[in-house]
Protein backbone atom coordinates (compact mmCIF):
# COMPACT_ATOMS: atom_id res chain seq x y z
CA UNK A 1 0.00 0.00 0.00
CA UNK A 2 1.19 3.95 -1.41
CA UNK A 3 -0.02 6.35 1.31
CA UNK A 4 0.36 10.01 1.82
CA UNK A 5 -0.39 11.58 5.24
CA UNK A 6 -1.51 15.13 4.62
CA UNK A 7 -2.70 17.65 7.08
CA UNK A 8 -1.07 20.77 8.60
CA UNK A 9 1.87 21.07 10.49
CA UNK A 10 1.40 19.48 13.79
CA UNK A 11 -2.01 17.72 12.81
CA UNK A 12 -0.43 14.31 13.55
CA UNK A 13 0.74 13.35 10.03
CA UNK A 14 3.76 11.84 11.97
CA UNK A 15 1.89 10.21 14.87
CA UNK A 16 -0.22 8.47 12.54
CA UNK A 17 2.29 7.24 9.63
CA UNK A 18 4.38 5.62 12.45
CA UNK A 19 1.38 3.31 13.48
CA UNK A 20 0.08 2.65 9.46
CA UNK A 21 3.86 1.68 8.79
CA UNK A 22 3.92 -0.41 11.63
CA UNK A 23 0.40 -2.08 11.27
CA UNK A 24 1.41 -3.12 7.44
CA UNK A 25 5.13 -3.32 8.09
CA UNK A 26 6.21 -0.72 5.78
CA UNK A 27 9.02 2.06 6.29
CA UNK A 28 7.70 5.30 7.28
CA UNK A 29 9.06 7.98 5.00
CA UNK A 30 9.63 11.68 6.57
CA UNK A 31 10.69 14.42 4.99
CA UNK A 32 10.97 16.59 7.86
CA UNK A 33 12.59 13.64 9.82
CA UNK A 34 15.42 13.26 6.31
CA UNK A 35 16.26 17.02 6.64
CA UNK A 36 16.61 16.78 11.02
CA UNK A 37 19.07 13.46 11.02
CA UNK A 38 20.79 15.51 8.24
CA UNK A 39 20.93 18.78 10.50
CA UNK A 40 22.33 16.45 13.71
CA UNK A 41 24.85 15.09 11.47
CA UNK A 42 26.32 18.34 9.77
CA UNK A 43 25.97 17.10 6.13
CA UNK A 44 25.45 19.89 3.66
CA UNK A 45 21.61 19.00 2.83
CA UNK A 46 21.75 19.84 6.79
CA UNK A 47 23.08 22.83 6.58
CA UNK A 48 21.06 24.18 3.26
CA UNK A 49 17.98 22.93 4.79
CA UNK A 50 18.04 24.22 8.10
CA UNK A 51 17.93 28.15 6.37
CA UNK A 52 14.85 27.11 5.38
CA UNK A 53 13.00 25.16 7.99
CA UNK A 54 14.28 27.86 10.85
CA UNK A 55 12.02 30.18 9.06
CA UNK A 56 8.98 28.06 8.81
CA UNK A 57 9.62 28.13 5.09
CA UNK A 58 9.62 24.67 2.32
CA UNK A 59 13.27 23.19 1.31
CA UNK A 60 13.55 24.18 -2.25
CA UNK A 61 11.74 21.32 -4.51
CA UNK A 62 15.67 20.47 -6.37
CA UNK A 63 16.78 19.15 -2.84
CA UNK A 64 14.16 17.75 -1.44
CA UNK A 65 12.45 15.60 -4.97
CA UNK A 66 15.43 13.29 -5.73
CA UNK A 67 15.66 12.40 -1.78
CA UNK A 68 12.40 10.77 -1.74
CA UNK A 69 12.19 9.13 -5.45
CA UNK A 70 15.85 7.48 -4.50
CA UNK A 71 13.90 6.30 -0.70
CA UNK A 72 10.75 5.12 -2.54
CA UNK A 73 12.99 2.77 -4.57
CA UNK A 74 14.86 1.22 -1.44
CA UNK A 75 14.22 -2.35 -1.32
CA UNK A 76 12.20 -2.14 1.45
CA UNK A 77 9.23 -0.16 -0.09
CA UNK A 78 8.55 -2.34 -2.82
CA UNK A 79 5.59 -3.44 -0.98
CA UNK A 80 4.60 -0.22 -0.49
CA UNK A 81 5.35 2.99 2.31
CA UNK A 82 4.07 5.90 4.38
CA UNK A 83 4.68 9.62 2.87
CA UNK A 84 4.71 11.77 5.15
CA UNK A 85 5.30 15.45 4.85
CA UNK A 86 5.86 14.90 0.66
CA UNK A 87 4.12 15.90 -1.44
CA UNK A 88 3.99 19.58 0.36
CA UNK A 89 3.61 21.02 -3.34
CA UNK A 90 1.65 20.65 -6.83
CA UNK A 91 5.60 20.33 -8.13
CA UNK A 92 6.29 17.53 -5.66
CA UNK A 93 3.21 15.37 -6.39
CA UNK A 94 3.93 15.57 -10.00
CA UNK A 95 7.28 14.75 -9.48
CA UNK A 96 6.01 11.98 -7.48
CA UNK A 97 3.09 10.68 -9.99
CA UNK A 98 5.66 11.20 -13.20
CA UNK A 99 8.42 8.87 -11.20
CA UNK A 100 5.62 6.00 -10.37
CA UNK A 101 4.32 6.06 -14.12
CA UNK A 102 7.30 5.15 -15.21
CA UNK A 103 7.34 2.02 -13.31
CA UNK A 104 3.95 1.56 -14.09
CA UNK A 105 2.70 2.47 -10.47
CA UNK A 106 0.70 5.34 -8.49
CA UNK A 107 -0.40 6.13 -4.98
CA UNK A 108 -2.80 4.42 -3.52
CA UNK A 109 -4.66 6.69 -1.05
CA UNK A 110 -3.94 10.22 0.36
CA UNK A 111 -5.59 10.80 4.06
CA UNK A 112 -5.78 14.04 5.11
CA UNK A 113 -5.74 14.93 9.03
CA UNK A 114 -8.06 18.14 9.91
CA UNK A 115 -7.14 19.63 12.76
CA UNK A 116 -8.44 23.84 12.98
CA UNK A 117 -5.14 26.16 13.55
CA UNK A 118 -5.46 27.18 16.80
CA UNK A 119 -5.38 23.45 18.08
CA UNK A 120 -2.19 23.39 16.28
CA UNK A 121 -0.96 25.97 17.88
CA UNK A 122 -1.32 24.58 21.45
CA UNK A 123 0.01 21.07 20.04
CA UNK A 124 3.54 22.68 18.56
CA UNK A 125 3.88 24.21 22.16
CA UNK A 126 3.74 21.29 24.06
CA UNK A 127 5.34 18.41 21.09
CA UNK A 128 8.54 17.33 22.54
CA UNK A 129 10.94 15.20 20.07
CA UNK A 130 13.21 12.76 19.66
CA UNK A 131 16.03 13.67 17.37
CA UNK A 132 17.54 10.41 17.31
CA UNK A 133 14.42 8.33 16.66
CA UNK A 134 12.00 10.38 15.71
CA UNK A 135 9.25 9.41 18.41
CA UNK A 136 7.12 12.17 19.28
CA UNK A 137 5.65 13.19 22.67
CA UNK A 138 3.27 16.29 24.02
CA UNK A 139 3.80 16.80 27.72
CA UNK A 140 -0.20 16.93 28.41
CA UNK A 141 -1.83 14.11 25.80
CA UNK A 142 1.21 11.96 25.49
CA UNK A 143 4.04 12.23 27.76
CA UNK A 144 6.97 9.84 28.04
CA UNK A 145 7.59 7.56 30.96
CA UNK A 146 10.12 9.32 32.26
CA UNK A 147 10.25 13.20 31.57
CA UNK A 148 12.90 14.49 29.10
CA UNK A 149 13.33 10.73 27.63
CA UNK A 150 12.47 9.09 24.59
CA UNK A 151 10.64 5.75 25.58
CA UNK A 152 12.53 3.94 22.72
CA UNK A 153 15.84 4.88 22.69
CA UNK A 154 16.53 6.87 25.69
CA UNK A 155 17.90 10.09 24.25
CA UNK A 156 16.70 13.34 25.23
CA UNK A 157 13.61 15.11 23.86
CA UNK A 158 14.19 18.59 22.39
CA UNK A 159 11.31 21.21 21.40
CA UNK A 160 12.31 21.63 17.78
CA UNK A 161 13.75 24.90 16.85
CA UNK A 162 10.97 25.09 13.96
CA UNK A 163 8.34 24.86 16.89
CA UNK A 164 8.94 28.48 18.62
CA UNK A 165 5.33 30.20 18.02
CA UNK A 166 6.17 32.50 15.43
CA UNK A 167 7.40 29.93 12.94
CA UNK A 168 4.70 27.47 13.75
CA UNK A 169 2.47 30.80 12.54
CA UNK A 170 4.55 30.92 9.65
CA UNK A 171 4.42 27.22 8.73
CA UNK A 172 0.50 27.28 9.04
CA UNK A 173 0.84 30.14 6.20
CA UNK A 174 3.10 28.41 4.29
CA UNK A 175 0.84 25.45 4.48
CA UNK A 176 -2.64 26.86 3.41
CA UNK A 177 -0.84 28.38 0.70
CA UNK A 178 1.62 25.55 -0.93
CA UNK A 179 -0.05 22.51 0.32
CA UNK A 180 -3.61 22.79 1.05
CA UNK A 181 -3.95 22.79 -2.89
CA UNK A 182 -3.11 18.98 -2.58
CA UNK A 183 -6.16 18.00 -1.10
CA UNK A 184 -8.04 19.48 -4.46
CA UNK A 185 -5.12 17.22 -6.23
CA UNK A 186 -5.88 14.26 -4.68
CA UNK A 187 -9.50 14.52 -4.50
CA UNK A 188 -9.76 14.84 -8.23
CA UNK A 189 -7.50 11.91 -8.57
CA UNK A 190 -10.04 9.74 -6.74
CA UNK A 191 -7.74 8.44 -3.64
CA UNK A 192 -8.45 11.48 -0.67
CA UNK A 193 -9.95 10.35 2.63
CA UNK A 194 -10.48 12.56 5.19
CA UNK A 195 -10.36 11.75 9.21
CA UNK A 196 -10.83 14.05 11.84
CA UNK A 197 -7.76 15.04 13.20
CA UNK A 198 -9.21 16.62 16.89
CA UNK A 199 -10.02 13.04 18.11
CA UNK A 200 -7.63 11.15 20.25
CA UNK A 201 -4.74 9.33 18.59
CA UNK A 202 -6.36 6.41 19.17
CA UNK A 203 -9.64 7.26 17.41
CA UNK A 204 -8.15 8.93 14.60
CA UNK A 205 -5.72 5.83 13.94
CA UNK A 206 -9.05 3.51 14.04
CA UNK A 207 -10.81 5.77 11.63
CA UNK A 208 -7.81 5.57 9.23
CA UNK A 209 -7.44 2.00 9.23
CA UNK A 210 -11.38 1.81 8.53
CA UNK A 211 -10.90 3.72 5.82
CA UNK A 212 -8.19 1.63 4.51
CA UNK A 213 -9.72 -1.35 4.93
CA UNK A 214 -13.37 -0.28 4.16
P1 LIG B 1 7.86 18.25 9.03
O1 LIG B 1 8.77 17.59 9.96
O2 LIG B 1 7.12 17.44 8.03
O3 LIG B 1 6.86 19.14 9.87
P2 LIG B 1 5.33 19.53 9.65
O4 LIG B 1 4.59 19.18 8.45
O5 LIG B 1 5.35 20.98 9.98
O6 LIG B 1 4.62 18.62 10.60
P3 LIG B 1 5.03 18.23 12.02
O7 LIG B 1 6.04 17.16 12.01
O8 LIG B 1 5.34 19.48 12.79
O9 LIG B 1 3.65 17.70 12.57
P4 LIG B 1 2.93 16.29 12.38
O10 LIG B 1 1.72 16.49 11.52
O11 LIG B 1 3.88 15.22 12.00
O12 LIG B 1 2.40 16.11 13.84
P5 LIG B 1 2.90 15.15 15.04
O13 LIG B 1 2.48 13.74 14.77
O14 LIG B 1 4.31 15.40 15.39
O15 LIG B 1 8.65 19.39 8.24
C1 LIG B 1 9.46 20.33 8.92
C2 LIG B 1 10.07 21.29 7.93
O16 LIG B 1 10.90 20.57 7.00
C3 LIG B 1 9.08 22.05 7.05
O17 LIG B 1 8.59 23.21 7.69
C4 LIG B 1 9.95 22.34 5.84
O18 LIG B 1 10.82 23.42 6.08
C5 LIG B 1 10.79 21.10 5.71
N1 LIG B 1 10.18 20.10 4.81
C6 LIG B 1 9.76 18.84 5.16
N2 LIG B 1 9.24 18.21 4.10
C7 LIG B 1 9.33 19.07 3.05
C8 LIG B 1 8.95 18.99 1.69
N3 LIG B 1 8.34 17.91 1.18
N4 LIG B 1 9.22 20.06 0.90
C9 LIG B 1 9.80 21.17 1.39
N5 LIG B 1 10.18 21.31 2.68
C10 LIG B 1 9.95 20.26 3.50
O19 LIG B 1 1.94 15.71 16.21
C11 LIG B 1 2.10 17.02 16.72
C12 LIG B 1 1.91 17.02 18.24
O20 LIG B 1 0.57 16.71 18.57
C13 LIG B 1 2.78 15.98 18.98
O21 LIG B 1 3.18 16.50 20.20
C14 LIG B 1 1.82 14.79 19.17
O22 LIG B 1 2.20 14.01 20.26
C15 LIG B 1 0.49 15.50 19.34
N6 LIG B 1 -0.66 14.75 18.83
C16 LIG B 1 -0.69 14.00 17.67
N7 LIG B 1 -1.93 13.47 17.48
C17 LIG B 1 -2.69 13.92 18.53
C18 LIG B 1 -4.09 13.75 18.89
N8 LIG B 1 -4.92 13.03 18.11
N9 LIG B 1 -4.51 14.37 20.01
C19 LIG B 1 -3.68 15.14 20.77
N10 LIG B 1 -2.36 15.32 20.49
C20 LIG B 1 -1.88 14.73 19.37
MG1 LIG C 1 5.96 15.21 11.60
Redesign the pocket.
Known sequence: MKII?L???????????KKIAEKYSIPHI????I??ANIKNGTELGKK?KE??DK??????EL?CDL?MDRISEDDAKNGFVL??????IP?AEALDAALEKISQSMDVAID?EVDDDSIVK??S????CLKCGA???IV??PPKKEGICDNCGEALVL?D??QPETVLN?LR??HNQTQPLIDYYSRKGILCSVD?????E??FNSIIAQLEG
Open positions: MGAPGAGKGTQASTGDFRAYMGELVPDTVDGFPRTQVRMGRRATYHSIRDDRVYGMESMTV
